[in-house]
């Protein structure tokens, strides 16, 4: 009788690992960090009051409901690329092998529900935004992620709200909320491409039209660099919009990474070097947060 409980806790524990996986724990970790950045350094801005680093609990809820649709948006997207999966990445596949496809559809269901039950604690226009989320990541998953840059499109303007409900939600109207906004819709547009063409094995086999497979890895890199070259100039009019010193340094300092970013796409030609430029992208974006700080 000991022995099978022991198994059955093991088995539990295995599973509950390979759940957490299959939501991308340090994704989700990454949106609530972000989301407490801007609410400490930009709605509530700085102070030496210990509230500065307590925020109130709507923030909480706020961040619960947006971590929990991301969640189900992973997981859906999981469900529909099982196939795609077996080729890309197939030590990652946890639906089909760890939970069978009805488990995950529940499973989505419920943390969406729960995401939504979530929102009307705020209040109903909250709802309806987390709702409108998870259906165009539904949406997404479904049909868009396998079009030529429109999925990408889409998946960064999702990217980027997390930052903007923020400061909706709590009427921060600040400029550096949408020039951080902007931030987060570019790096997730570049990463989102460069994950295509890192995918475009599995992508090609069960035709999926990305933007390496329409164009080729020689134009899709030509979109990276026009891409790399509007943000560089977004960023050179931020610094020159800045209020004040330190946050036009900031905005200048990010043209060297991209800059380098520009230089490892032109020099990019194996799977693992795209991957290395998704992970480059995802280390941006933190730097992007962790300068809000300082902003």
């Not at 709507?58 to 947006?66: D, I, K, N, Q, V």
């Not at 189900?72 to 690329?81: E, M, P």
């Not at 209040?123 to 165009?136: D, I, K, N, P, Y």
């Not at 796409?265 to 933190?286: E, G």
Request: hydrophobic letters at 55%.
């Amino acid at each position: 009788m000991k022995n099978t409980l022991t198994l059955k806790g093991e088995k539990l524990v295995w599973v509950t690992t390979h759940l957490i996986k299959l939501v991308r724990w340090p994704n989700l970790l990454m949106v609530f960090f972000t989301q407490y950045v801007v609410f400490v350094f930009i709605v509530e801005k700085k102070s030496s009051d210990i509230g500065f680093w307590l925020p109130p609990h709507e923030f909480y809820l706020l961040t619960l409901g947006t971590v929990l649709v991301a969640a189900a948006g992973y997981i859906i997207n999981d469900y529909y690329d099982i196939k795609i999966d077996l080729v890309n990445k197939p030590r990652r596949i946890v639906i089909g092998s760890i939970i069978s496809r009805r488990q995950a559809l529940f499973l989505h269901s419920l943390i969406t529900s729960l995401a939504l039950c979530v929102g009307f604690l705020l209040s109903w226009r909250v709802a309806c935004f987390f709702a409108a989320c998870a259906f165009f990541l539904w949406i997404y998953s479904n049909s868009l992620k396998r079009t030529p840059f429109l999925g990408n499109l889409l998946v960064s303007l999702l990217t980027a709200a997390t930052i903007w409900v923020v400061g909706l939600y709590f009427r921060e109207n600040n400029r550096i909320v949408y020039v951080y906004t902007v931030f987060a819709f570019y790096i997730s547009l570049l990463r989102e491409i460069i994950k295509d063409m890192e995918d475009t094995k599995g992508d090609s086999v069960y035709g999926c039209k990305t933007l390496p497979i329409v164009l080729g890895f020689r134009r899709t890199k030509i979109v990276l660099l026009v891409l790399l070259v509007f943000f560089t100039f977004l960023l050179a009019n931020y610094a020159q919009m800045a209020t004040t010193a330190l946050q036009s340094v900031i905005y200048y300092a990010f043209v060297f990474p991209i800059l380098f970013l520009a230089y490892k796409i032109l020099r990019a030609d194996r799977q693992k070097d795209y991957a290395q430029l998704s992970m480059f992208c995802k280390w941006l974006m933190l730097a992007g947060v962790l300068s809000l700080g300082f902003a």
